[in-house]
């Protein structure tokens, strides 16, 4: 006789495609630097204020401090957006590279473990439950994450 193999509880999809890799990208980000980054253009945002309100125009260095702290707090300010925008860049050459035009990640549920394969290779990863150590939702993933930062990313529309 031959044996049933066990059918998933239920399975979803993730697309690797620029637009998707930006979006897990925001919630991969630790939250330190959520609220660093913004943090650190405030206060420049604020030093540059200081010196442009305090009269301290007759100074002569009181213009390159001016300038630089404008120009870093707007930096500050854009820093996690281009980190973001550098990964998906980085992840989307990596798939022209490999020759692809497109990757889908699939991922299987079971009663007591996960099954995770691409399109991109014949590989096929499977780990319990009990190795995810926490999930995140964004408008329209879910994501399992695993402990080294390493997570799967679901398309919610596709479960």
Known sequence: MSEMLEQPRFSGNFSHTKKSLLEIGYAALPLYTKILYPLLGLFLMGMGLYYLLGNWYKDTHYYIVLIMSFAMSLFSFSRLTLYVHKFADR????????????????????????????TDSEDTHTAAYDHLIRMQQTKHFILLWRPQKLYHAIEKESL
């Open 91 to 118: 992840t989307m050459k990596r798939i022209d590279e490999m020759g692809h035009s497109d990757i889908v990640s699939h991922t299987a549920f079971f009663e007591d473990h996960f099954v995770t394969s691409s």
